[in-house]
């Protein structure tokens, strides 16, 4: 039972454009989102979060849109560039400091 | 500052026989402890976490075991390997604390069961 999606495996996108990922989930009583970056062959590396009481969290090129009635949420970079090309993991805690349930992952090109 | 340490980096095993990765954290105390593992071409699968010394909760049934025998130290252990064993082991801790879900990661282990 995959709790949290992303549907989209990889994505292409130039540089200096908008680079969007998605992530769907299930379970509506989570209350915590996050995105990680994964390098293949090292751990993944926080990149931003929000809560459920929020619908925004911005942090410099990053920005994580929660939508709760349609349990959605997406991360935008922008401008991308070509150092975020990487694994880009969803996840989601069902109680503010507890487990994390991870998405299958987006691989994301950006390209010069 | 908090470091998390995991061994070893990368580890080639014969089917059957047995596996012992090791993890730990310095800088903090009682923190939640976690093994996670992708295997090829999926997403972070979590094996295991613990919310203290000897309190271990199992996510997914398997060939794989894990224990806390001290606080900020998290061992993830099988008597003998299969082939569906191989992939990318991560350890990771949070605080577990209200408001402190960020997990931290560490550098990962790669095993390959032959």
């Known amino acids: 039972d995959q709790q949290v999606k992303q549907n989209s495996p990889s994505l292409s996108v130039q540089e200096g454009r908008i680079s969007i990922l998605n992530c769907d989930y299930t379970?509506?009583?989570?209350?915590?989102f996050l995105w990680y970056k994964k390098y293949p062959a090292e751990g993944p590396t926080f990149l931003i979060s929000?809560?459920?009481?929020?619908d925004k969290n911005e942090d410099g090129r990053f920005t994580v849109f929660l939508n709760k009635s349609a349990k959605h949420l997406s991360l935008h970079i922008v401008p991308s560039q070509p150092g975020d090309s990487a694994v880009y993991f969803c996840?989601?805690?069902?109680?503010?400091?507890?487990?994390?349930?991870f998405g299958q992952g987006t691989e994301l090109s950006v390209k010069p | 500052s908090q470091t998390i340490h995991q061994w070893p980096a990368t580890l080639v095993q014969p089917v059957g026989s047995p596996l012992s990765l090791e993890c730990t954290v310095e800088?903090?105390?009682?923190?939640?402890l976690y093994w996670y593992r992708q295997a090829a071409g999926r997403g972070l699968q979590l094996l295991f976490y613990?919310?203290?010394?000897?309190?271990i909760s199992s996510e997914v049934p398997q060939n794989l075991s894990a224990s806390r025998p001290q606080d900020r130290q998290f061992i993830l252990s099988s008597k003998k390997l299969l082939l569906s064993d191989s992939g990318f082991y991560l350890c990771?801790?949070?605080?577990?604390?209200?408001?402190?879900?960020?997990?931290?990661f560490g550098q990962g282990t790669r095993l390959t069961v032959v």
């Open positions: 613990s919310v203290g010394i000897g309190q």
């Open positions: 996840a989601a805690s069902l109680d503010q400091g507890g487990k994390l349930i």
């Open positions: 990771a801790w949070n605080r577990g604390a209200l408001g402190n879900t960020e997990a931290f």
């Open positions: 379970n509506s009583m989570f209350d915590y």
């Open positions: 800088g903090t105390s009682n923190p939640n």
């Open positions: 929000i809560s459920s009481i929020k």
